[in-house]
């Protein structure tokens, strides 16, 4: 998965040669086991902490000379000093850390790069493939491309517009001829079977003697889906 740090590189300044060589791999080693640091501010605070893990090599290094000069014996101490400055270390790394969120579920972070590796690979499929994303507008055939697959999918035209115009054709022909409502008509204006249509007025009309009284559809029932035609502007080609 490649990296987006916004053009950030590790500067190590103020550590050796052979630890800012050190610094860079560690650097890289947080990037790729944490992916969720990518901010800028997130990398700034990244160096700082690396800065203070070479800084607590050196001081290790430090105690571990100073005990090696020392007499081998149960009453070997190293200075108090150095004892302070090895707390103090560690204190601030835990502190860093924190604020970089290090200490989160192990399982969540692992999520997080599993969707941002999925992201990278679709965002590359779709630069490799974009006829299958593609879109063309039917009124003045300007192509244009969705993040989604295309391919599999046929334009409709919309029942209930025409061009940018509410307008539903087989209900202003019916409205005009002054007849009344039939069951079929009701299929040809909204676009769907006449069972969608029992299917409704099962559901939502309380009164099925007299539906002009009826009360308003509950707003916890979802309507099936049964177009047919051309009542939607995109359905799944079968």
Known sequence: MSQQNDGYQFKGTGLTPKEKKWGEQRFSEYRINYPHLHKMSDLLILEEL????????????????????????????????????????????????????LFEDKKKLDAFRDLQETEEKFKQYRKENPDLFKVTCVQCAFPFYLKRRTVDYEPLTASWFKNKVLFNLPLF????????????????????????????IEKFMTDKKDTETSDEPSSDAEPQSHYEGDSATQTPAE
Do not use: N
């Open 50 to 101: 690396i800065y203070q893990e070479a800084l607590h090599e050196r001081l290790k290094e430090k105690i571990s000379q100073t005990t090696r000069k020392q007499v081998i014996s149960e009453k070997a101490e190293f200075p108090s000093h150095l004892q302070e400055d090895l707390k103090s270390s560690i204190d601030l790394q835990f502190r860093l850390k924190e604020k970089l969120g």
């Open 173 to 200: 022909k019916k409205y005009l001829s002054g007849e009344p409502l039939s069951k079929k008509d009701m299929t040809e204006i909204l676009g769907v079977s006449e069972d969608y249509i029992d299917w409704v």
